[in-house]
Protein backbone atom coordinates (compact mmCIF):
# COMPACT_ATOMS: atom_id res chain seq x y z
CA UNK A 1 0.00 0.00 0.00
CA UNK A 2 1.21 3.82 -0.44
CA UNK A 3 2.41 5.79 2.09
CA UNK A 4 -0.81 7.03 3.34
CA UNK A 5 -2.22 4.01 4.45
CA UNK A 6 -1.45 5.49 7.81
CA UNK A 7 -3.76 8.06 7.48
CA UNK A 8 -6.59 5.99 6.17
CA UNK A 9 -5.80 3.95 9.82
CA UNK A 10 -5.71 7.39 11.74
CA UNK A 11 -9.51 8.19 9.97
CA UNK A 12 -10.84 4.50 10.35
CA UNK A 13 -9.84 4.73 14.34
CA UNK A 14 -12.33 8.27 14.44
CA UNK A 15 -14.80 7.86 17.25
CA UNK A 16 -18.15 6.60 15.50
CA UNK A 17 -20.95 9.43 16.28
CA UNK A 18 -24.55 8.86 16.75
CA UNK A 19 -26.08 8.91 13.74
CA UNK A 20 -28.45 11.73 13.93
CA UNK A 21 -29.71 10.66 10.55
CA UNK A 22 -31.18 7.34 11.64
CA UNK A 23 -32.79 9.65 14.76
CA UNK A 24 -34.28 11.74 12.50
CA UNK A 25 -38.15 11.34 12.30
CA UNK A 26 -38.75 8.48 8.89
CA UNK A 27 -41.32 11.15 7.52
CA UNK A 28 -38.42 13.49 6.17
CA UNK A 29 -38.13 11.25 3.47
CA UNK A 30 -41.78 11.82 2.05
CA UNK A 31 -41.56 15.18 0.11
CA UNK A 32 -38.29 14.69 -1.37
CA UNK A 33 -39.71 10.75 -2.39
CA UNK A 34 -42.61 12.01 -3.93
CA UNK A 35 -41.02 14.00 -6.25
CA UNK A 36 -39.04 11.48 -8.14
CA UNK A 37 -41.88 8.95 -8.51
CA UNK A 38 -42.64 11.39 -11.54
CA UNK A 39 -39.55 9.75 -13.59
CA UNK A 40 -40.33 6.14 -12.60
CA UNK A 41 -42.11 5.22 -15.86
CA UNK A 42 -39.51 5.91 -18.26
CA UNK A 43 -36.28 3.53 -18.18
CA UNK A 44 -32.51 5.02 -18.43
CA UNK A 45 -31.79 5.83 -20.88
CA UNK A 46 -28.20 4.85 -22.61
CA UNK A 47 -25.64 5.05 -19.70
CA UNK A 48 -22.90 7.65 -20.45
CA UNK A 49 -19.56 7.33 -19.12
CA UNK A 50 -18.62 9.96 -16.24
CA UNK A 51 -15.20 11.57 -17.39
CA UNK A 52 -14.43 9.07 -19.79
CA UNK A 53 -14.17 5.84 -17.22
CA UNK A 54 -11.54 3.57 -18.68
CA UNK A 55 -13.16 -0.20 -20.39
CA UNK A 56 -16.63 0.64 -19.93
CA UNK A 57 -19.47 -0.60 -22.01
CA UNK A 58 -23.18 -0.17 -21.43
CA UNK A 59 -24.81 -3.72 -21.54
CA UNK A 60 -28.65 -2.69 -22.66
CA UNK A 61 -31.08 -5.25 -22.50
CA UNK A 62 -34.82 -4.86 -23.87
CA UNK A 63 -37.22 -4.23 -20.92
CA UNK A 64 -34.87 -3.39 -18.35
CA UNK A 65 -35.50 -0.52 -15.97
CA UNK A 66 -31.81 0.14 -14.76
CA UNK A 67 -28.77 0.36 -17.02
CA UNK A 68 -25.70 -1.55 -16.37
CA UNK A 69 -22.15 -0.83 -17.54
CA UNK A 70 -19.37 -3.48 -16.96
CA UNK A 71 -15.63 -2.64 -16.82
CA UNK A 72 -12.93 -5.29 -18.01
CA UNK A 73 -9.63 -5.47 -16.25
CA UNK A 74 -8.41 -8.23 -17.65
CA UNK A 75 -10.41 -11.52 -16.22
CA UNK A 76 -11.88 -9.35 -13.55
CA UNK A 77 -15.35 -7.60 -14.70
CA UNK A 78 -17.20 -4.85 -12.78
CA UNK A 79 -20.52 -4.82 -13.32
CA UNK A 80 -22.46 -1.59 -12.09
CA UNK A 81 -26.24 -1.52 -12.21
CA UNK A 82 -27.67 1.92 -12.34
CA UNK A 83 -31.05 2.51 -11.40
CA UNK A 84 -33.49 4.86 -12.91
CA UNK A 85 -34.34 7.94 -10.43
CA UNK A 86 -36.83 6.91 -8.41
CA UNK A 87 -34.57 4.19 -6.80
CA UNK A 88 -32.42 7.37 -6.11
CA UNK A 89 -29.73 6.45 -9.17
CA UNK A 90 -28.11 3.60 -6.74
CA UNK A 91 -25.36 1.33 -7.88
CA UNK A 92 -24.94 -2.21 -7.10
CA UNK A 93 -21.62 -3.41 -7.71
CA UNK A 94 -21.07 -6.79 -9.30
CA UNK A 95 -17.39 -7.81 -9.51
CA UNK A 96 -16.80 -11.12 -11.23
CA UNK A 97 -14.24 -12.84 -10.74
CA UNK A 98 -13.11 -16.28 -12.30
CA UNK A 99 -15.24 -18.35 -10.71
CA UNK A 100 -18.18 -16.22 -8.34
CA UNK A 101 -19.46 -12.88 -7.94
CA UNK A 102 -19.71 -10.57 -4.72
CA UNK A 103 -22.11 -7.99 -5.09
CA UNK A 104 -21.63 -4.53 -3.50
CA UNK A 105 -25.10 -2.89 -2.20
CA UNK A 106 -28.93 -4.01 -2.86
CA UNK A 107 -30.62 -1.25 -4.19
CA UNK A 108 -33.91 1.05 -2.70
CA UNK A 109 -36.71 -0.64 -4.63
CA UNK A 110 -37.24 -4.48 -5.06
CA UNK A 111 -37.96 -4.40 -8.64
CA UNK A 112 -34.53 -2.72 -9.35
CA UNK A 113 -32.56 -5.85 -6.69
CA UNK A 114 -34.51 -8.01 -8.66
CA UNK A 115 -33.04 -6.73 -11.71
CA UNK A 116 -29.63 -7.08 -10.37
CA UNK A 117 -30.63 -10.82 -9.47
CA UNK A 118 -31.63 -11.52 -12.65
CA UNK A 119 -28.46 -9.99 -14.51
CA UNK A 120 -26.17 -11.62 -11.97
CA UNK A 121 -27.89 -15.18 -12.74
CA UNK A 122 -27.04 -14.26 -16.72
CA UNK A 123 -22.85 -14.31 -15.80
CA UNK A 124 -23.71 -18.13 -14.72
CA UNK A 125 -21.80 -18.15 -11.22
CA UNK A 126 -22.74 -19.11 -7.91
CA UNK A 127 -22.85 -14.96 -5.54
CA UNK A 128 -19.68 -15.37 -2.92
CA UNK A 129 -21.39 -12.98 -0.67
CA UNK A 130 -23.21 -9.59 -0.40
CA UNK A 131 -21.19 -6.54 0.98
CA UNK A 132 -22.78 -3.49 2.67
CA UNK A 133 -21.37 -0.36 2.17
CA UNK A 134 -23.48 1.83 4.70
CA UNK A 135 -26.59 1.74 7.01
CA UNK A 136 -28.99 4.49 4.41
CA UNK A 137 -31.77 2.69 3.23
CA UNK A 138 -31.61 3.38 -0.56
CA UNK A 139 -28.56 0.53 -0.01
CA UNK A 140 -30.26 -2.16 1.81
CA UNK A 141 -33.91 -2.07 1.41
CA UNK A 142 -33.30 -4.73 -1.68
CA UNK A 143 -31.26 -6.83 0.00
CA UNK A 144 -34.80 -8.91 0.79
CA UNK A 145 -34.58 -9.87 -2.87
CA UNK A 146 -31.07 -10.42 -3.00
CA UNK A 147 -31.16 -12.65 -0.20
CA UNK A 148 -34.39 -14.51 -1.11
CA UNK A 149 -32.43 -14.93 -4.92
CA UNK A 150 -29.03 -16.08 -3.39
CA UNK A 151 -29.73 -17.97 -0.28
CA UNK A 152 -26.60 -19.52 0.05
CA UNK A 153 -25.02 -15.90 0.06
CA UNK A 154 -23.68 -14.58 3.38
CA UNK A 155 -24.49 -10.62 4.29
CA UNK A 156 -21.07 -8.34 5.22
CA UNK A 157 -20.93 -5.20 6.41
CA UNK A 158 -18.43 -3.00 8.65
CA UNK A 159 -19.06 -3.77 12.55
CA UNK A 160 -21.45 -1.11 13.91
CA UNK A 161 -23.61 -1.35 10.20
CA UNK A 162 -25.54 -4.06 11.26
CA UNK A 163 -26.56 -2.31 14.67
CA UNK A 164 -27.92 0.72 12.76
CA UNK A 165 -29.66 -0.82 10.23
CA UNK A 166 -31.52 -3.53 13.31
CA UNK A 167 -32.17 -0.31 15.15
CA UNK A 168 -34.08 2.13 12.65
CA UNK A 169 -34.72 0.22 9.79
CA UNK A 170 -38.34 -0.83 11.07
CA UNK A 171 -39.82 2.83 10.92
CA UNK A 172 -37.70 3.53 8.02
CA UNK A 173 -39.77 0.93 6.12
CA UNK A 174 -42.51 1.98 7.28
CA UNK A 175 -42.38 5.62 6.36
CA UNK A 176 -41.28 4.61 2.40
CA UNK A 177 -43.99 2.46 2.18
CA UNK A 178 -46.32 4.75 2.46
CA UNK A 179 -44.86 6.08 -1.31
CA UNK A 180 -43.39 3.13 -3.07
CA UNK A 181 -46.30 1.04 -1.58
CA UNK A 182 -45.48 -2.77 -2.37
CA UNK A 183 -41.76 -1.79 -4.09
CA UNK A 184 -39.78 -1.15 -0.84
CA UNK A 185 -39.05 -4.12 1.89
CA UNK A 186 -41.66 -5.48 4.17
CA UNK A 187 -38.86 -6.65 6.32
CA UNK A 188 -35.26 -5.67 7.49
CA UNK A 189 -32.22 -7.48 6.54
CA UNK A 190 -29.55 -6.89 8.79
CA UNK A 191 -26.37 -8.71 7.82
CA UNK A 192 -24.97 -11.17 9.79
CA UNK A 193 -21.37 -11.27 8.79
CA UNK A 194 -18.96 -8.36 10.13
CA UNK A 195 -16.41 -7.20 7.45
CA UNK A 196 -12.86 -6.51 8.34
CA UNK A 197 -10.62 -4.23 7.39
CA UNK A 198 -7.17 -4.60 5.26
CA UNK A 199 -7.05 -7.20 3.02
CA UNK A 200 -8.73 -10.22 1.86
CA UNK A 201 -8.51 -12.15 -1.30
CA UNK A 202 -11.94 -13.62 -2.27
CA UNK A 203 -12.10 -15.64 -5.30
CA UNK A 204 -8.66 -14.99 -6.08
CA UNK A 205 -9.34 -10.97 -5.98
CA UNK A 206 -7.59 -9.04 -4.01
CA UNK A 207 -9.31 -5.96 -1.76
CA UNK A 208 -8.40 -3.79 0.91
CA UNK A 209 -11.27 -2.80 3.01
CA UNK A 210 -11.35 0.61 4.62
CA UNK A 211 -13.56 1.98 7.41
CA UNK A 212 -14.41 5.66 7.43
CA UNK A 213 -16.80 7.82 9.80
CA UNK A 214 -18.30 11.06 9.46
CA UNK A 215 -18.67 11.96 6.22
CA UNK A 216 -21.55 11.26 4.16
CA UNK A 217 -23.00 8.98 6.37
CA UNK A 218 -21.75 7.98 9.84
CA UNK A 219 -19.89 4.88 9.27
CA UNK A 220 -18.76 4.33 5.51
CA UNK A 221 -16.88 1.08 3.55
CA UNK A 222 -14.53 1.56 1.08
CA UNK A 223 -12.83 -1.00 -0.98
CA UNK A 224 -9.50 -0.77 -3.03
CA UNK A 225 -8.59 -3.63 -5.48
CA UNK A 226 -5.07 -2.92 -5.63
CA UNK A 227 -4.54 -5.15 -8.56
CA UNK A 228 -7.22 -3.08 -10.93
CA UNK A 229 -6.28 0.12 -9.36
CA UNK A 230 -9.84 0.92 -8.80
CA UNK A 231 -11.57 2.50 -5.51
CA UNK A 232 -15.06 1.56 -5.11
CA UNK A 233 -15.69 5.10 -2.78
CA UNK A 234 -19.47 4.17 -2.39
CA UNK A 235 -21.11 7.61 -1.25
CA UNK A 236 -17.57 8.96 -0.18
CA UNK A 237 -17.30 10.49 -3.84
CA UNK A 238 -20.13 11.76 -6.16
CA UNK A 239 -20.40 12.38 -9.32
CA UNK A 240 -19.44 15.86 -11.03
CA UNK A 241 -22.85 15.83 -12.87
CA UNK A 242 -24.90 15.48 -10.02
CA UNK A 243 -25.57 17.15 -6.07
CA UNK A 244 -24.55 14.90 -3.43
CA UNK A 245 -25.88 14.23 -0.29
CA UNK A 246 -25.69 16.64 2.59
CA UNK A 247 -27.80 14.70 4.92
CA UNK A 248 -25.40 15.76 8.09
CA UNK A 249 -22.92 18.22 9.17
CA UNK A 250 -19.90 16.38 9.10
CA UNK A 251 -18.44 18.61 6.10
CA UNK A 252 -15.12 18.94 7.51
CA UNK A 253 -14.19 15.41 8.72
CA UNK A 254 -15.81 14.47 4.80
CA UNK A 255 -12.95 16.74 2.99
CA UNK A 256 -10.48 15.28 4.69
CA UNK A 257 -11.28 11.46 4.18
CA UNK A 258 -11.29 13.06 0.19
CA UNK A 259 -7.76 14.68 0.83
CA UNK A 260 -6.56 11.26 1.90
CA UNK A 261 -8.33 9.72 -1.45
CA UNK A 262 -6.44 11.70 -3.36
CA UNK A 263 -3.54 10.75 -2.00
CA UNK A 264 -3.47 7.50 -3.15
CA UNK A 265 -1.72 7.01 -6.64
CA UNK A 266 -2.85 5.40 -9.48
CA UNK A 267 -6.69 4.58 -8.69
CA UNK A 268 -7.54 6.25 -11.75
CA UNK A 269 -11.07 4.09 -11.99
CA UNK A 270 -13.90 5.03 -8.91
CA UNK A 271 -17.12 3.16 -8.51
CA UNK A 272 -19.50 5.42 -6.56
CA UNK A 273 -22.97 5.31 -5.14
CA UNK A 274 -25.06 7.02 -7.25
CA UNK A 275 -24.50 7.29 -10.94
CA UNK A 276 -21.33 5.51 -13.61
CA UNK A 277 -17.64 5.40 -12.51
CA UNK A 278 -16.15 8.37 -12.43
CA UNK A 279 -12.18 9.53 -13.19
CA UNK A 280 -10.01 10.57 -9.68
CA UNK A 281 -11.37 14.34 -10.57
CA UNK A 282 -14.45 13.44 -9.07
CA UNK A 283 -12.33 13.77 -5.43
CA UNK A 284 -12.06 17.64 -6.54
CA UNK A 285 -14.96 18.42 -7.65
CA UNK A 286 -16.82 16.43 -4.32
CA UNK A 287 -13.94 18.67 -1.90
CA UNK A 288 -15.48 21.76 -3.81
CA UNK A 289 -19.15 20.91 -3.49
CA UNK A 290 -18.78 19.94 0.30
CA UNK A 291 -16.92 23.06 1.05
CA UNK A 292 -19.14 25.13 -0.34
CA UNK A 293 -22.16 23.26 1.62
CA UNK A 294 -20.10 23.92 4.49
CA UNK A 295 -20.02 27.51 4.06
CA UNK A 296 -23.96 28.00 3.20
CA UNK A 297 -24.66 25.76 5.49
CA UNK A 298 -23.22 28.07 8.55
CA UNK A 299 -24.62 31.14 6.69
CA UNK A 300 -28.35 29.35 6.39
CA UNK A 301 -30.68 29.72 9.01
CA UNK A 302 -33.12 27.08 7.80
CA UNK A 303 -33.38 24.30 5.26
CA UNK A 304 -35.15 25.98 2.94
CA UNK A 305 -32.52 29.37 1.98
CA UNK A 306 -29.99 26.08 2.58
CA UNK A 307 -31.22 24.79 -0.64
CA UNK A 308 -31.94 27.49 -2.59
CA UNK A 309 -28.30 28.63 -2.36
CA UNK A 310 -26.95 25.18 -2.60
CA UNK A 311 -28.64 24.60 -6.12
CA UNK A 312 -28.13 28.57 -7.17
CA UNK A 313 -24.04 27.70 -6.53
CA UNK A 314 -24.59 24.59 -8.87
CA UNK A 315 -26.67 25.22 -11.22
CA UNK A 316 -25.42 22.99 -13.83
CA UNK A 317 -25.68 19.42 -11.38
CA UNK A 318 -28.49 17.56 -11.80
CA UNK A 319 -31.02 15.73 -9.45
CA UNK A 320 -32.06 19.10 -7.51
CA UNK A 321 -34.34 17.29 -5.16
CA UNK A 322 -31.47 15.42 -3.24
CA UNK A 323 -30.49 19.02 -2.21
CA UNK A 324 -34.51 19.69 -0.83
CA UNK A 325 -34.11 16.10 0.80
CA UNK A 326 -30.80 16.84 2.27
CA UNK A 327 -32.03 19.96 3.85
CA UNK A 328 -34.96 18.28 5.48
CA UNK A 329 -32.33 16.48 7.48
CA UNK A 330 -29.93 18.33 8.04
CA UNK A 331 -31.68 21.13 9.34
CA UNK A 332 -33.85 18.56 11.32
CA UNK A 333 -31.28 17.97 13.76
CA UNK A 334 -30.66 20.66 16.48
CA UNK A 335 -27.77 23.04 15.31
Known amino acids: MPSSNSGFQRLSQAALSRSRFLRLAAGALLPFAGLRLSAAAAPNPELAQNSGAPGTKDAAAPGRMGAILVSEFGPVKIHSYLSPADGFQVN ?3 IEGSTAVVIFDG ?23 IILSHAHTDHWSGLQVLTKRFPDARVFALDGVADQVRARGPARLDSLRRIYGDKIATKVTVPTE ?15 FKRFVDAESDLQLAALLPEQKVLMAF ?11 TVVDHFDHWMIILESLKALQGYDTITIGHDTPV ?4 IDSTITYV ?9 SADAKTYGERLK ?15 ARLLYAAPR
Open 92 to 94: SQM
Open 235 to 245: DLVFSPNEHAF
Open 194 to 208: TITEGLQRIDGITYD
Open 291 to 299: KRAKEIHAA
Open 312 to 326: AAFPDRQQAGWVDFS
Open 107 to 129: QLLLPYADEVASYVQTLGKPVDR
Open 279 to 282: RRSA
